[in-house]
């Protein structure tokens, strides 16, 4: 058992500042992170599951269903007009967040998953067939994962899968001997949402350009926390979340090389991807519109665009310094606490902190956080082959955003050592 004294001394590690960031000022935009529970305040670690959202956003929200409500590019009323405008702006805002030369290579899909799904349908149909090799990581999540997989199934293509080292790293020179001519596509996240590893994708796409094979990377869990520049890293496909950016849920981005998405067929078929229709032969719109098949998530995209003009104002450089710094604190609080394994622990590394405890589940772990008014995930965090590599059924992980403090993660700590009053 812990000892009072020993757990006041852990607690005092804070010395306070956010440099470049005011945090305080910040959190006054969140009205969720005003919440109590049970009169403890709402400490919020489950930032990878979903991030909160900016009274900006909530209230364009709002507004979007008071004033500009109607169907885009549909109708020459003034509404549409309106609503059209703002769709067409967040796609502009999108272009400039991650650097894509054109907007038209931005597409508005549900989310990184139906991102993934799309490519795995519309270039994979077209471009992988039997015998053809698909790569991707040790460290994915099941939906950079599961698409790949049917599409292996279908086509009678396999499989690769890169290893990761003890740290959770990927081992670039075993990745390296997995590309060979039957390579079709690598697939590999930019963050790992279960171990916080940063992968070096420059590197990865220069090796993988080599063989003339494209990359698609799995942004969910880097473009909230990152600065991202698509042309920077030179992938071929980048995919990413409204929801953990910020931004409304059912909302996400696909980007893609032009000439890329020139060549590959929509992926849904419906109104607003088509310039005719008869039933001899339909004729596709032009990019984007080819892949936005249905009306869109109209409101979704105008709120995105409003969480990406507030991650522009605070700017990405100074998020990125400032969850660097809570990183690092908050693996220090972990690693003090006795009987703490942490899962992931490569030098790259972002706000991911999953652990273990001797003495308790991972759910167990939850549920006496929660308790605290601390909210963390508890489970495998949909990357079942992670939890395999690391042998552990779960982990519990708190995964931190730009409006988290030191202060929480002390409060974090102390209340583990009430996970191991309660199980020791
Ligand atoms: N990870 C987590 O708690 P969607 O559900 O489409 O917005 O995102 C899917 C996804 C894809 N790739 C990575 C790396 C992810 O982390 C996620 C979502 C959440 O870790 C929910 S399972």
């Known amino acids: 058992m812990i000892k009072t004294g020993e757990r006041e001394a852990k607690q005092t590690r804070h010395a306070g500042g956010s440099p470049g960031l005011d945090v305080a ?105 039997p015998g053809d090799e698909v790569i991707v990581s040790a460290m994915e999540h099941h939906s950079n994962i599961v698409p790949w997989q049917m599409l292996c199934e279908e086509k009678g293509a396999a499989l690769r899968v890169a290893p990761i080292n003890d740290a959770g790293e990927l081992i670039f020179e075993e990745f390296e001997k997995l590309l060979c001519r039957h390579t079709r596509l690598v697939a590999i996240t930019h963050v790992s949402n279960a171990l916080g590893t940063i992968n070096p994708i420059r590197k990865i796409v220069e090796a993988a350009h080599r063989y003339c094979i494209p990359v698609l990377v799995d942004g969910a869990q880097s473009a909230p926390h990152l600065p991202i520049n698509v042309q920077e890293l030179d992938c071929d496909f980048f995919v990413c979340s409204g929801h953990k950016m910020f931004g409304p849920t059912g909302i996400g981005v696909l980007y893609g090389k032009a000439a890329l998405l020139e060549s590959m067929a929509p992926f849904l078929g419906g109104g607003d991807m088509i310039l005719s229709v008869t039933f001899e032969k339909t004729t596709y719109n032009t990019l984007p519109y080819k892949f936005e098949a249905g009306t869109p998530h109209i409101e979704g995209v105008i709120g995105l665009g409003v969480a990406i003009d507030y991650l522009a104002e605070v700017g990405m450089d100074k998020i990125a310094a400032y969850e660097h710094e809570l990183t690092e604190y908050g693996m220090q609080v972990l690693s003090d606490i006795g009987g703490v394994r942490m899962i992931g622990t490569s030098k790259e590394k972002a706000g991911v902190l999953s652990f273990t405890m001797d003495c308790a589940h991972p759910h167990d772990i939850g549920q006496v956080l929660d308790h605290e008014g601390i909210a963390i995930r508890a489970g495998h965090h949909c990357a079942q082959p992670v939890m395999q590599r690391f042998g552990v059924p779960a982990t519990a992980r708190a995964s931190l955003a730009f409006y988290n403090t030191k202060e929480e993660l002390d409060a974090l700590g102390t209340a583990l050592y009430r996970v191991k009053e309660v199980f020791e």
């Open 25 to 129: 000022r910040i959190r006054e935009d969140f009205p969720i992170l005003q919440l109590r529970r049970d009169g403890k305040p709402l400490v919020y670690l489950d930032n990878a599951a979903t991030s909160q959202k900016p009274r900006q956003v909530i209230e364009a929200l709002r507004n979007y269903y008071e004033t500009q409500n109607a169907n885009v590019h549909r109708a020459v009323h003034h509404l549409s007009q309106i609503a059209t405008d703002a769709y067409e702006q967040a796609r502009l805002k999108v272009k400039h967040f991650i650097n894509s030369p054109l907007s038209c290579q931005v597409i508005f899909t549900r989310g990184a998953t139906e991102g993934i799904n799309l490519v795995a349908h519309s270039y994979g149909r077209q471009y992988v067939g």
